[in-house]
């Protein structure tokens, strides 16, 4: 990924963070001559230090765990929030014309070899959390035990874990780091105009970036 200087960002508890808030990832492996690609949720275990191992499953019918290339690290791709910027928005637009659009995004790539593991009790484990984790906010909250036993087995026997330490974490925060005060301040506001939630959390990113 091309990262000019002002766009990267290298804290891992600032990447943690955005996988934490974003754990869908593309999974991008090499495998049978040819890129694969696959958009898998994760759950990020900070151990072992320094940037900890990502977790997840995949389809026992999806090949992707047989055919990857044990020789090519899997890449993970998680994206933040993202918004398009109109160089309309910019003060400067009035005084010089030098201006062009953009877009706006936050992104996270960790790297590392990714591990099969086919055992239920692990899976079971994975699930649980994973179901703990994204049914915490619901007002009645599913659990698996909700299931009955044979079909939870069979389920978890329709499914292959994944496992990948992340040997290496890059983030990209385009956030308007490279215009003039006055157009990030101007991008913030436009931005405030605009009812969606990804607008919403770049201006927030974009506010945040001026303070840095």
Do not use: C
């Not at 292959?160 to 301040?185: D, F």
Request: aromatic share 8%; glycine share 6%; no cysteine.
């Amino acid at each position: 990924m091309y990262i000019p200087a002002h766009f990267a960002e290298s804290r891992t508890e600032v990447l943690h963070r955005l996988i934490h808030e974003h754990p869908l990832a593309t999974l991008v492996t090499f495998g049978a001559n040819e890129l694969n690609a696959n958009h898998i949720p994760f759950e990020l275990d900070p151990a072992p230090a320094p940037f900890g191992t990502l977790r997840g499953h995949v389809a026992r019918a999806n090949p992707v765990w047989k055919t990857f290339s044990q020789d090519v690290e899997a890449l993970l791709v998680f994206q933040g929030p993202q918004h398009y910027i109109s160089p309309s928005w910019y003060p400067t637009k009035k005084e010089s014309g030098k201006v062009v659009p953009t877009f706006n995004y936050i992104v996270v790539h960790a790297y590392g070899p990714l591990r099969v593991i086919d055992d239920k009790k692990w899976l079971r484990g994975l699930v649980g959390r994973l179901t703990q984790r994204h049914e915490s906010a619901s007002a009645q909250p599913w659990e698996v035990s909700d299931a009955p036993d044979d079909y939870v087995e069979q389920m978890l026997g329709a499914i292959v874990g994944i496992e990948i330490p992340i040997t290496r974490l890059v983030g990209k925060w385009k956030a308007s780091q490279n215009q003039p005060a006055a157009n990030r301040e101007s991008v913030v506001g436009e931005l405030g105009k605009i009812a969606t939630a990804d607008a919403a959390a770049m201006a927030g990113f974009v506010r945040q970036a001026m303070k840095s």
